[in-house]
């Protein structure tokens, strides 16, 4: 049982794991037809995948609507938001365009599938404002640091702003602009770059200790 | 293409004053999957370096599988570019021919399906205005390669980081290791502690990315650990999922944690939810379910994008303690504003580890630790060695340092 729960899915993925690395170093027609081969294994697990998803969607759903459970009437929405776009998109043979124009598929992506994902987008912009108040209030040295730095972001990028650094800070021949792209183009990018780089290390050594066996929490442990 | 199918031009065949094209070579790319075939000729002999070349003068490339006819353009620029030294190799892997043009043909791009050993052949034309010069025909084959040189300076560094690992592995065996203090994970007792003592959910959100992510699969090490304290404090927790997989893998992880837990009966296959596989359907979701049930923790872990502060900003309205990690460090500021603890990168990679506080697992944090040591010194030793490589205008020495560290 051991084998089959724990030694063979190891070797399984210490095998897949120093193939994929090696065939980043071997530019030979193999390696890239395996690599091929297992992006195809890849879309087809994840089409079986989505099945899963779905039967978990509209089990979960049901339950809530079965029980009677708090919001248990936005479930409903969810079978009949899914019946409109399959009979719609039966309907129209699948297609979202003929020659007569926007087919019912079409019609539900355009009008009300594009409509909703665009205002999710669009309310992006009130939450940058509140977390941008947020942020401004100075609780500590960092966040005094980010205050300043993005004051005078803001202030550089409006023209009033710029009047202003122009009368207070024009004697000091250093533009708002000018202060704007150092704050960009040094202390910005060395932070970004120092993440990346931390980054990259943890995501080598994250994929060490998954191909040679040492992380093997997802499979249990027993 | 048949339009671009050149028949040998009575231009070409006209007599010329240009200079004649000498030196003209087809061999196999180094390196490449046998798909590219590299020209090279002379520039001195044309004059046609920099400096010396006469405005007008073109360069046309022309190959074909047959060793006459069926030509087909596959380049054409001004005499002058295509250098030997603007090929993009290391110099342990490419040497520089002085004056010599040197120019890549992606033979895919003209033929599809040839094998390994398939002939092809070239010939270049020089053009200035009416008066054209055309080389010698030349043929090569081109042949897939089984070493990436390039990228041996990648290589070298991996297998460093490999030797290193296995030493802190069995190195963390004989005795334990100090790992600083990370906040943000030390808060998740006091955020599960919280819930518990309010009687509310925790929601643990996995990001939008795919199990081959990561940062994804990080997530799911945390979730494994956040949720066996679930079960010890027998709190609720819900994890909706963007990506069945994702959700398949949790589904497991969760389940194992109740087990080590010693509370299996408390485990519910609906912990776990697929909720949408779009990205702001599945934001819209999980904040309608944020808003109405007023969580007492909200865990942010894995791979997010623009939904990152569609999230964390309902979770903050709704008064839950926020802990968040990702790995996309444009998405970090929002965490930062609208969470309580943010996880920065590799920290997120660690919390696997830092949390389960198995010896085999730390140790790997020495490697990156490690591994930011050497990086460090390369860039403190780079920058000085730099700086006076063109203080004193060693150009050569300058390229060499930065082809140590250049990705491949």
Same mark, same amino acid.
């Given at each position: 049982m051991k084998l089959i729960k724990k030694q063979i899915p190891l070797a399984i993925v210490f095998i897949t794991g120093v193939f994929t690395l090696v065939s980043y170093y071997v530019p030979n027609k193999t390696s890239i037809d395996y690599i091929e081969t297992m992006n195809k294994w890849q879309n087809i697990v994840v089409a079986f995948a989505f099945l899963l998803g779905l039967v978990s969607l509209f089990f979960s759903h049901y339950h809530k609507i079965a029980r009677k459970a708090d919001g248990w009437g936005y479930s409903i929405f969810v079978f009949v938001g899914f019946l409109t776009i399959v009979i719609s998109a039966y309907v129209s043979g699948g297609r979202q365009m003929t020659d007569a124009g926007l087919t019912p598929l079409g019609w539900s992506f355009k009008y009300i599938y594009n409509a909703l994902s665009g205002t999710m987008f669009a309310v992006l912009a009130f939450y940058i404002v509140s977390t941008a108040y947020r942020s401004f209030r100075i609780k500590s040295l960092q966040a005094f640091?980010?205050?300043? @730095? @993005?004051?005078?972001?803001?202030? =550089?990028?409006?023209?009033? =702003?710029q009047i202003i650094w122009d009368l207070a800070l024009g004697w000091t021949g250093a533009g708002v602009d000018q202060v704007i792209e150092w704050i960009m183009q040094v202390p910005a990018v060395a932070g970004k770059r120092g993440i990346m780089i931390g980054i990259s290390i943890g995501a080598i050594v994250t994929s060490l200790k998954i191909i040679f066996g040492i992380e093997k929490q997802y499979m249990g442990k027993d | 293409m048949f339009a671009s199918v050149l028949a040998a031009s009575p231009v070409f065949a006209a007599k010329s004053t240009l200079p004649p094209i000498t030196g003209f070579t087809a061999g196999d790319m180094p390196y490449d999957s046998g798909s590219i075939a590299l020209l090279a000729w002379d520039a001195d002999a044309g004059g046609d370096t920099a400096a010396a070349v006469s405005p007008g003068t073109l360069y046309r490339v022309f190959v074909s599988s047959l060793e006459t006819g069926g030509w087909i353009k596959a380049a054409e620029f001004p005499a002058g570019e295509k250098m030997s030294k603007n090929i993009e190799l290391p110099f342990w892997a490419w040497k520089v021919q002085g004056n010599t043009h040197a120019l890549k043909v992606e033979l895919n791009n003209y033929f599809s399906g040839f094998k390994d050993g398939t002939v092809f052949?070239?010939?270049? &034309?020089?053009?200035?205005?009416? &008066? &054209?010069? *055309?080389?010698?025909?030349?043929?090569?084959?081109?042949? /897939?390669?089984?070493?990436?040189?390039?990228r041996l300076n990648n290589l070298i560094l991996l297998i460093i980081l490999i030797i290193v690992f296995f030493w802190a592995v069995f190195h963390a065996r004989r005795k334990g290791l100090f790992i600083r203090r990370i906040a943000g994970l030390d808060a998740i007792d006091e955020a599960i502690g919280?819930?518990? *003592? #309010?009687?509310?959910?925790?929601?643990?959100?996995?990001?939008?990315?795919? #199990?081959?992510?990561?940062?994804?699969? $990080? /997530? $799911?090490?945390i979730l494994g650990e956040v949720s066996k304290k679930v079960a010890q404090y027998d709190s609720q927790i819900k994890v909706p999922h963007y990506d069945p997989i994702v959700m398949t893998v949790c589904k497991e992880v969760v389940k194992q944690s109740y087990m080590e837990a010693g509370r299996p009966d408390s485990y519910r296959e609906d912990i776990n939810q697929f909720v949408s596989a779009d990205q702001f359907s599945y934001a819209a979701s999980v904040d309608g379910m944020i808003s109405r049930e007023k969580p007492a923790a909200c865990f942010y872990m894995g791979y997010f994008m623009a939904e990152s502060l569609l999230l964390a900003e309902v979770g903050a309205t709704s008064g839950a303690i926020q802990i968040a990690g990702t790995d996309v460090e444009h998405q970090l500021?929002?965490?930062?504003?609208?969470?309580?603890?943010?996880?920065? !990168?590799? *920290?997120?990679?660690?919390? !696997? $580890?830092?949390?389960?506080?198995?010896? #085999?697992?730390?140790?790997?944090?020495?490697v990156q630790d490690f591994g930011k040591l050497v990086v460090m010194v390369s860039v403190f030793f780079s920058m000085i060695l730099v700086a006076l490589g063109a203080r004193f205008g060693w150009e050569g020495f300058v390229r060499g340092i930065l082809h140590l560290f250049r990705n491949y």
């Open positions: 640091v980010l205050f300043v @730095a @993005a004051f005078i972001l803001i202030l =550089g990028k409006v023209p009033l =702003g | 052949y070239f010939k270049i &034309a020089k053009v200035k205005g009416a &008066a &054209a010069i *055309e080389s010698e025909v030349v043929s090569s084959v081109t042949v /897939s390669n089984w070493f990436r040189l390039d919280r819930a518990t *003592e #309010m009687g509310k959910p925790i929601f643990y959100v996995p990001g939008i990315g795919s #199990m081959s992510s990561i940062s994804t699969i $990080a /997530s $799911a090490f500021p929002f965490f930062f504003t609208a969470c309580d603890y943010t996880l920065i !990168g590799e *920290e997120l990679y660690a919390a !696997g $580890a830092y949390l389960s506080k198995e010896p #085999m697992l730390l140790s790997a944090l020495k």
